[in-house]
Structures are given as C-alpha cells and as structure tokens.
C-alpha cells in the first residue's frame, strides 16, 4: 500500500470505503463476475442505452442492483411484478426475465418516447410477457385493476411522487379486499431513496453538494426531490403494515414486505 494512504478498519456498521474510485470499480467488476448473470441481450441493451441516449441513460438501474433485484425475485417466487416508472424498459426486460415467460410484468411511463423505446426493445428481444401502461403514474397508479395482485411493486419514478405512490399501495393493498394490489408478504422495492447522500446528510461534508446537477437543479440537496424520499422513508419506517430494509448501496434501496 502506498505510505501517503492511510485505510482504518471501520467502525461497526459502517461499510469500509475503498481507497479510489479505481479500486471501487475494480471490485464493483469482481462482484458482477461472481454473481448469477443475466442474459446478454439485457446487458447488451443496456450498453446501447449508455451510448445512444447519454443524457437519460442514468434513469436505468446499473447491472449489479439489476442481478440483485433478480436474485430477490428469485427468492420470494415472484411471478407478477409491477413497475413504476419504466424508463426505455431495460429494468422491465430484468423482470420479465426474473418471472420467466409464465409470469407478467407491467410498467407504468409518462413520456411516450421512452415506452415506444421500450417496445422495440421487447420486439426485438421476443418479449411477450410485459404491458407498458401509458400516462403519469399518480393517476394510471390508481385506475389498476389487476385480476390477479402483483407480488412486487418496483417504484423508480418521479421522487416527488414517492409518498403518494406508497400511500396508493397500501390503499388499494387492503387486508380482506376481494382485488388487492400487492398481495400478503409481497414487496416493495423503491429505489434512488438516498439521492447522493443527502436524505441522510445533506452537510457540507457530502461532496455531492458541489456537483452541478445544472441549472433547474440549484442546491439539489435542499430540493422536492431529497424532501420527498426522505418522507418516504420515514413512512415506511412508521408503518405498522410492513416490514423494511433500507439498504444502502447504488443509490439506496427500500425494500419493504407487506405484513398483512
């Protein structure tokens, strides 16, 4: 190890950091490789989304949460799966492929663009267990009717909407009700719930804080984006009808089962 870097065992709880980005990347890499893959036209999408649509290619999830959320579909049986905020599809493709081609996936998008994206991606991949649901989720979320409840829920929408769309869960997830939108134990997996850091520390020690995340996005840490996962979380914290786990990588996980 180089003298002029100085690495202390860290304290309970608290993840150790790797010295550099390079060395983040590196093990980042080791992990994927020693994982369960995925099939290589969904990784091979995904590389194409990074070089065709640079400016919105971060709204897709990294390949590693892509094996988690595939090995946890795994676990838990899912076989319909329910997507909010779906992008150009290439977290629905994980899914579809997560439930297999007796399951079912539906997405909800708001920009049209994006779902005829998606489409041709379904298309052209043999796809024919998806349904791509067309309008702002804060309404389409509410009209579901589905004949069967779905066994995980996956919020990666708009932040701002994160409170409402967990409200409208647990409403149309009554204990007794004779349609039910997440079934008993099933889950609710929301992501981007720590926003840079900043839904736990939005101090000047988080160097995010000097990032430009352009000009509609001043003081981002202050912003509707933060407030609202952090309400978020602090909701399902309280609830008494699930269970949860905020974990803390990417750019944070809440994973929560309905208890009732």
């Given at each position: 190890m180089p003298p002029n870097i100085q690495v202390f065992f860290p304290k309970e709880s608290i993840p150790a950091l790797y010295p550099n980005e390079k060395v983040g990347e590196r093990v980042t890499t080791y992990a994927e490789k020693h994982t369960s893959t995925i099939p290589r036209h969904i990784i091979n999408y995904h590389d194409h989304i990074k070089t065709t649509q640079p400016?919105?290619?971060?709204?897709?999830i990294p390949i590693s949460e892509a094996q988690a959320l595939v090995f946890l579909a795994h676990t838990?049986?899912?076989k319909r799966v329910l997507e909010i905020g779906s992008y150009v599809g290439f977290s629905m493709l994980v899914w579809s492929h997560a439930v297999g081609p007796q399951g079912y996936v539906?997405?909800?998008?708001?920009?049209?663009?994006?779902v005829q994206m998606a489409k041709e991606a379904f298309a052209a991949n043999g796809v024919q267990n998806t349904e791509l649901?067309?309008?702002?989720a804060l309404e389409t979320l509410q009209n579901l009717a589905p004949s069967e409840?779905?066994?995980?829920?996956?919020?990666?929408?708009?932040?701002t909407g994160y409170p409402s769309y967990l409200a409208t869960i647990l409403r149309l997830s009554q204990p007794g009700a004779a349609t039910r939108l997440l079934r008993p134990g099933g889950l609710i997996i929301a992501d981007n719930v720590l926003r840079c850091g900043f839904a736990a520390d939005d101090s000047e020690d988080n160097p995010w804080r000097n990032y430009d995340f352009g000009p509609h996005r001043k003081e981002y840490w202050k912003s509707a984006d933060v407030q609202s996962v952090k309400a978020y979380n602090q909701t399902?914290?309280?609830?008494?009808?699930?269970?949860?786990?905020?974990c803390p990588l990417w750019d944070g996980v809440n994973m929560s089962r309905l208890l009732d």
């Open positions: 400016k919105t290619a971060n709204y897709m838990v049986g899912a539906t997405g909800l998008e708001f920009e049209p663009s994006f649901v067309v309008g702002d409840p779905y066994d995980i829920i996956f919020i990666d929408a708009q932040k399902i914290l309280e609830s008494q009808r699930v269970e949860s786990w905020l």
